[in-house]
């Protein structure tokens, strides 16, 4: 239901070669989310953080300098979880237990996001902050499992009807780059390994030009990754 240990590296993720497949738009999810830590995390007085689901923790230096504790918590297997997860994906932490959650990629992997998205209102205060990543548009990669992917308007929906406000919404790569990455993928395993270097290099190249012909009104409601922010709605105290 989580990230597993046996996901691309965090180095991969955070800092891709040319010859990754995915060079591009890891390196645009990097970037982004830097530009949300500045824009809603940095200068606040958020001390918190819970991963939620969090792999190999690859964003936690982006984080660290701008807030006292960073939770990672996922499923048991996971060595790198100072917290492990229920089977059902829920917390072992108390209601307003902490300032924000991430989540980064785990989305579409979740049996339940209804669930997933109502724990994690749950845990965080009325003043907290949600941060999630996940898939518009994107091949099947399952990690044990992959079932869900979002239009925008789906995306903000679900986030909307478990507890928040979406306050920020960002698209990363938008429809004809996206168009070419799909390309990509529908290749690369018929590839032979020699080839698969230099065509990758290419088609990252091609997959940033034709992204740049693209406008952010157009890329926030059709691309290969979104990014939403929200503040969970006021809770009642009784």
């Known amino acids: 239901m989580f ?80 917290i492990q997860l229920t089977p059902e994906g829920n917390f072992p932490l108390t209601d307003n237990a902490v300032d924000i959650v991430l989540s980064t990629q785990v989305l579409e992997h979740v ?38 992917r979002w239009t925008s308007a789906g995306l903000k929906k679900i986030i909307e009807r478990n507890g928040f406000e979406v306050i920020d919404f960002i698209g990363i790569v938008g429809r004809s780059a996206t168009g070419l990455q799909l390309f990509q993928a529908g290749l690369m395993f018929k590839l032979p390994k020699f080839i698969k270097p230099p065509f990758f290099f290419v088609m990252q190249l091609l997959i940033a030009l034709f992204d740049k012909t693209t406008t952010k009104e157009t890329r926030d409601k059709d691309a290969a990754v979104f990014i939403a922010i929200a503040k969970p709605k006021k809770k009642s105290s009784i």
Request: proline share 7%; with cysteine; charged share 25%.
């Open 111 to 148: 049996d339940n996001p209804d669930l997933y998205l109502a724990e994690a209102s749950r845990v965080l205060t009325n003043d907290g902050l949600l941060i999630v990543t996940t898939h518009g548009y994107w091949m099947y990669h399952p990690d044990p499992q992959d079932f869900w």
């Open 3 to 82: 990230k597993e240990n046996n996901r691309e590296s965090g180095a991969a993720r955070i800092k891709p070669n040319m010859f990754n497949p995915n060079w591009y738009v890891n390196t645009k999810l990097r970037e982004t989310i830097e530009f949300v830590i500045a824009k809603h995390v940095e200068n606040k007085k958020y001390e918190k953080l819970v991963d939620y689901g969090c792999g190999n923790i690859p964003y936690k230096p982006y984080f660290m300098p701008h807030i006292k504790e960073y939770i990672g918590a996922d499923l048991g297997q996971n060595t790198n979880a100072s």
